[in-house]
């Protein structure tokens, strides 16, 4: 008889998990708390624009490579993929653009116009790039193996000195005003974001493997649940599971909010790890390890408070992504901030109405700022959100004249929102207090050392997506799920099998 297995949560993570498991002769069931699967890969619409919370790079388009194969096996592809021209723009005041396009003589020469002076360093950065986009790296990047990665760049005299840097000591190295703010701001608006990462994004953005899925994150995660029913899976949405049931330290099923239960021979938790190890495995299956994992996170969250806005304007000759800075630091829910990074969406037509266009700006924020608002103050929380979509709307006034008026639709979410949603700890922040950990490699199958899926003690359970990979991208959490069904293939003595 076929082995069953219950899965907690229809994120990247779970509906791989499921997927994979259907293919392997496993009956696979999800259990999903909300009304639609993808988790944090979500979008909705709102008067005919869609608001996407989630996707800015798409990793894995360029046929070849084995996330490809992985997004193929999984239903993912073949989509409407659109191609970006450019990484993100940024803006100042008095009206500077740098525009970082992919093509690099393009990119070239709009760093020449704005600072000539800065020529030395512009040939540098364009080298850098073409090192980056060596035939070698290329292929180690789409595989998605970080562990392939790494010798590489040290092995290349030329890129060896661009890996330890972060952004801000980049753009220290230019001597225009303006490119030193706008440099430091092109990885999601974090002067310490890595540099390497940046030509990554570069390099993945000129050989096609970094495009956009045509209707948002909500059409992705729909195409992968398509998959998984086609396969015989079966999911319950509205289903929150409260615990899991365990018998002489094997997990054996589920208790839902409902008060039904459900028995599987083996569990996988796609859920926030905090709330499975505490709440729903209450506390008994930890050690120190696991326990440090479960420390709080930093109380400073990107991507915190996020403003959606439907606009009457069209918006298909702006850039994908547009830093504006600040003349003035402005404060908006109570953090500082020097700039703001909108997305702009008029490469996909499918997310506004024709002839308009829909805007996010995302801002980081403190997470204990918004909890405590939404449990004492609902009516505060309401009015800070307000605030922050008016204080945004009068910052992109600055840039797009006119904008203030052509607001159709504002929708604002939070960490809170996340969190009534996904059930997590910190909104979508949901990651294990570890370092980033370069074994979450696309092909390896790891050991459980490195690779924290298991629990101490517990027997037949499993965990997939964020709280295993400690990565917030897509690939490597729908990974995850593929590492799992293999291991578990492995454990039963079979092989494993994957189908396009
Ligand atoms: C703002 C933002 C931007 C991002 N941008 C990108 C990007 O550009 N490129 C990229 O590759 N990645 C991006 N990511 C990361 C990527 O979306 C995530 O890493 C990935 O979707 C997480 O997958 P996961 O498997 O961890 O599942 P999750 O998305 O965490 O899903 C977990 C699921 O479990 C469900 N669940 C939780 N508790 C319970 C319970 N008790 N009972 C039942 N169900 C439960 C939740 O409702 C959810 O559906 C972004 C993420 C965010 C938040």
Known sequence: ??????????????????????????????????????????????????????????????????????????????LELVNIEECTAVASPDGKMFVDYYDLERLKNTLLKLSPADSKMIEQYIEAIKAFANNKIDDAISSGSFWKMIPIFFSMPSI???IKMNMRAFAE????????????????????????????????????????????????????ERRYLALGGKVYYRSRVEKILVENDKAVGIRLADGSEHRADIIISNADGRKTIFNMLDGKYINETVRGYCAPLSDETPFAVNVCLGINRDLSGEPSSLVLLLDQPVTIANLKHENIEAQLYGFDKTMAPMGKGTIKVELPARYSYWKQLYNDDRERYKQEKQKAAEQVIEILESHFR????QVEVIDVYTLMTWERYMGGTQGWFNLPNRKLDFSMSMKEDLSDKKFKTTLPGLS?????????????????????????IRRICKKDGKGFEAQT
Request: aromatic share 14%; hydrophobic share 40%; glycine share 14%.
């Open 460 to 484: 037949n359970f499993y965990f997939v997506g964020i709280w295993a990979t400690a990565m917030g991208s897509l690939a490597h959490n729908a990974n995850s799920g593929k590492t799992i």
């Open 402 to 405: 006119g904008i203030k008026n």
């Open 160 to 162: 060896r000195k661009w």
């Open 173 to 224: 190295r230019f001597s225009d005003p303006f490119l030193r703010k706008a440099f430091a701001q092109l990885v999601y608006s974090n002067p310490d974001g890595p540099l390497f990462f940046h030509f990554m994004r570069h390099v993945g953005g000129m050989n096609g493997d970094i495009r956009w899925p045509v209707g948002g994150a909500a059409e992705f995660a729909k195409s992968i």
């Open 1 to 78: 008889m076929a082995k069953s297995i219950i899965i907690i949560g229809a994120g990247m993570g779970g509906m791989a998990a499921g997927i994979y498991g259907q293919m392997n002769g496993y009956e696979t069931q999800i259990f999903e708390m909300h009304t639609k699967p993808g988790g944090q890969c979500t979008s909705w619409k709102r008067k005919g624009y869609t608001f996407d919370p989630c996707i800015h790079h798409f990793f894995g388009c360029k046929p070849g490579s084995s996330v490809n194969q992985m997004w193929h096996e999984l239903g993912a592809l073949p």
